[in-house]
């Protein structure tokens, strides 16, 4: 029942979808220009660099937000071997909230910028291996998707690791993998979310995003 609760507070906290707030303060619904995709990627380039800031900005705020209610009101009150699977599970929750709001007919965004909220909830070490994962191949090739498998790839690597190596806290055995399966379920959940970007990838079409490239508009947009 715990883990539900959890689930169900990083689920209204995702619900609040930045991009489609801002889109329609600036007189455009996000999902029907550029990719169609309420995130962080296509409001920056349908409006621009401040766009995207402010929407990933506030797309990692929610995800901190509810983690730092289940820390603040539950992780005190249960074992300290189900903290960071209750974080986990938060950020479950407003990963699903972002990428399935039921108002906006269960078409949000692909969770990217709500999963940065819980890196930089858990571990510094985690923060460090994502920025090197996400901006290497960003600044390099130019592919915000491929930067944002990697980071996946990386979390899960990290999160076996560092559980196997005692830094996450003592937890038992179960916990342990308990733990991995909600990782892997959240990195399957990202994957399956650009499966259209990792055929465009494999294939050499995907698209290239630079951070300060000229708007395109929403008249421009693909």
């Given at each position: 029942?715990?883990?539900?609760?959890?689930?169900?507070?990083?689920?209204?906290?995702?619900?609040?979808?930045?991009?489609f707030i801002y889109?329609?303060?600036?007189?455009?619904?996000?999902?029907?220009?550029?990719?169609?995709?309420?995130?962080?990627?296509?409001?920056?380039?349908?409006?621009?660099?401040?766009?995207?800031?402010?929407?990933?900005?506030?797309?990692?705020?929610?995800?901190?937000?509810?983690?730092?209610?289940?820390?603040?009101?539950?992780?005190?009150?249960?074992?300290?071997?189900?903290?960071?699977?209750?974080?986990?599970?938060?950020?479950?929750?407003?990963?699903?909230?972002?990428?399935?709001?039921?108002?906006?007919?269960?078409?949000?965004?692909?969770?990217?910028?709500?999963?940065?909220?819980?890196?930089?909830?858990?571990?510094?070490?985690?923060?460090?291996?994502?920025?090197?994962?996400?901006?290497?191949?960003?600044?390099?090739?130019?592919?915000?998707?491929?930067?944002?498998?990697?980071?996946?790839?990386?979390?899960?690597?990290?999160?076996?690791?560092?559980?196997?190596?005692?830094?996450?806290?003592?937890?038992?055995?179960?916990?342990?993998?308990?733990?991995?399966?909600?990782?892997?379920?959240l990195m399957a959940?990202?994957?399956?979310?650009?499966?259209?970007?990792?055929?465009?990838?494999?294939?050499?079409?995907?698209?290239?995003?630079?951070?300060?490239?000229?708007?395109?508009?929403?008249?421009?947009?693909?």
């Amino acid at each position: 029942m715990i883990r539900l609760l959890c689930i169900v507070i990083g689920y209204v906290c995702g619900l609040f979808q930045t991009a489609f707030i801002y889109g329609k303060m600036h007189g455009i619904d996000i999902r029907n220009v550029g990719s169609g995709n309420a995130g962080t990627t296509n409001t920056l380039r349908v409006l621009g660099t401040k766009a995207g800031l402010i929407v990933l900005l506030g797309d990692i705020l929610k995800t901190m937000l509810a983690i730092g209610i289940v820390k603040l009101f539950i992780c005190p009150i249960q074992p300290d071997g189900m903290r960071y699977i209750l974080i986990y599970y938060t950020a479950l929750g407003a990963i699903l909230g972002h990428n399935f709001p039921f108002y906006m007919g269960f078409k949000g965004g692909k969770g990217i910028a709500a999963t940065a909220g819980l890196i930089f909830s858990i571990n510094p070490w985690f923060i460090l291996v994502g920025v090197i994962m996400f901006f290497t191949p960003f600044f390099t090739l130019h592919y915000v998707s491929l930067g944002s498998l990697l980071v996946y790839l990386g979390f899960v690597i990290q999160t076996v690791v560092m559980g196997e190596m005692g830094m996450l806290g003592t937890m038992t055995r179960p916990e342990l993998i308990e733990l991995y399966i909600i990782a892997i379920v959240l990195m399957a959940m990202a994957y399956w979310r650009h499966r259209s970007n990792i055929v465009k990838l494999l294939n050499g079409t995907e698209r290239k995003t630079y951070l300060f490239n000229k708007p395109e508009g929403h008249e421009n947009a693909e």
